[in-house]
């Protein structure tokens, strides 16, 4: 038994959608039909999407946006539901909103692109419309697949649903720091031409060693390895610039064979990007020395949808990017991973999207008690549908050094919580 969905216009964004909240959030098998004879001898569990309902299925009512291919202003509505706002709000259905539209316009981050024709300004967590509508601090779209999981149970008491279970994984970024060469010569020379480099930063990284605020990349991340997390991070790395490609990291690389890596990709000038991003790539190939299934982040300011096509022209098809570097919050509306929709081309993308709610650079202005209490608030919010709870720290504030020692007491207790 699985679910039937009829629709008189199947589009890709009805496809998309549909099979985000009930394949990957719900775990349930959905069908397609614009076949009403069928959909309505069908024996499985009914859903309509559409002006009417044919018959006495679950019938939720449609609002344009999934019918729609293009790209284009909303005069967007909103009714009270529970206590935060929802928008497209719709009669004679069976919520009062269209939730698939409303998960749509969220997951896409449609606005984002409304966004980038209007303002070259960064887009921000309270430019957002989740912000205005107070569920941006929620998985809301994971919430209503709840509610639908539940209207489904009252009426199709049979019916089952597969199991699912909370899942935790922090990412973790750092500077990789490239072998010295050996001899007098090679290493004058690199230590040289480093320090007169403005983009490589060597004398910031020498000044942070020598008054103590430096760290060991491979003693902090060997000290983690006595913590128990059911799922490893995801150690990201960014590489110093390098443009001569003169850098070796095989030695400086040799602790993370058996870690989970990942590129932290920088903000650079559009036109530098792909090119820069291809680079990157094979750099990191070069740490494992082998085909690793290519991950990325990107901390600064993320531009959509310029970011993820570049990602794509550079071969990475798992990102973690998404979320805001400055402020808590489900960016993307979801805590499950789903792929990313590509709103130009309509179509559904490779890239897989893992959307982290906590940073540590978005919670730096509280103490240790308020910042355990907001992460602690955020596990149980995830925990509460079963999500994937994502976070993301510079592994400086994981290290022991007293400058940084609060940071890793909260991300202790928090892993401690998150089990």
Not at 139 to 150: C, F, S, T, Y
Not at 165 to 178: A, E, G, S
Not at 308 to 317: D, F, M, N, P, V
Not at 325 to 344: I, M
């Amino acid at each position: 038994m699985h679910i039937i969905v009829f629709s008189p216009l199947l589009t890709p964004r009805i496809k998309y959608i549909f099979n985000f909240i009930f394949k990957d959030i719900l775990k349930a098998e959905v069908e397609f039909t614009g076949n009403s004879v069928h959909f309505l001898q069908s024996e499985h569990v009914k859903i309509s999407y559409s002006d009417n309902p044919l018959a006495d299925e679950l019938f939720f009512k449609s609002s344009p946006l999934l019918f729609s291919n293009k790209v284009e202003e909303l005069k967007l509505k909103t009714i009270s539901f529970s206590d935060y706002l929802v928008p497209f709000p719709v009669e004679a259905s069976a919520l009062s909103f269209d939730v698939f539209s409303a998960s749509f316009f969220i997951l896409s981050r449609y606005e984002e692109y409304l966004h980038k024709e209007k303002s070259d300004a960064n887009f921000t967590a309270r430019d957002s419309t989740q912000y205005k509508w107070k569920v941006l601090n929620r998985p809301i779209i994971d919430e209503w697949a709840l509610l639908l999981k539940n209207m489904i149970k009252k009426k199709y008491p049979s019916f089952k649903f597969h199991e699912k279970t909370f899942q935790h994984q922090p990412t973790i970024n750092f500077t990789l720091k490239p072998d010295i060469p050996s001899g007098f010569l090679p290493k004058t020379k690199f230590i040289f031409t480093s320090i007169f480099n403005k983009k490589q930063k060597f004398l910031s990284g020498v000044f942070d060693d020598l008054t103590g605020l430096g760290i060991n990349p491979e003693e902090v991340i060997t000290d983690l390895g006595y913590l128990e997390i059911k799922s490893q991070p995801v150690y990201f790395i960014n590489f110093p610039t390098d443009d001569k490609n003169r850098f070796s990291f095989e030695n400086s690389a040799s602790f993370l064979k058996e870690k989970q890596i990942g590129l932290l990709s920088p903000c650079l000038p559009e036109k530098e990007k792909s090119g820069n991003l291809k680079r990157e790539v094979l750099k990191l190939g070069k740490v494992q020395n082998s085909s690793i299934n290519l991950r990325s982040q990107q901390l600064d300011f993320l531009k959509l949808p310029a970011c993820y096509l570049h990602l794509l022209s550079a071969g990475i098809t798992s990102d973690y990017s998404m979320g805001y570097s400055d402020e808590v919050g489900f960016r993307a509306g979801t805590c499950t991973p789903f792929n990313w929709y590509d709103l130009q081309l309509e179509k559904v993308t490779p890239i897989n999207v893992k959307s982290y709610s906590i940073s540590d650079t978005a919670i730096h202005y509280q103490n240790v008690n308020d910042a355990t209490k907001t992460i602690k608030d955020f596990i149980d919010a995830v925990k509460l549908v079963d999500g994937h709870f994502y976070s993301s720290w510079q592994l400086k504030n994981l290290s022991e050094n007293v400058k940084f020692k609060k940071w890793k007491a909260v991300f202790d207790e928090i892993l401690k919580y998150a089990g």
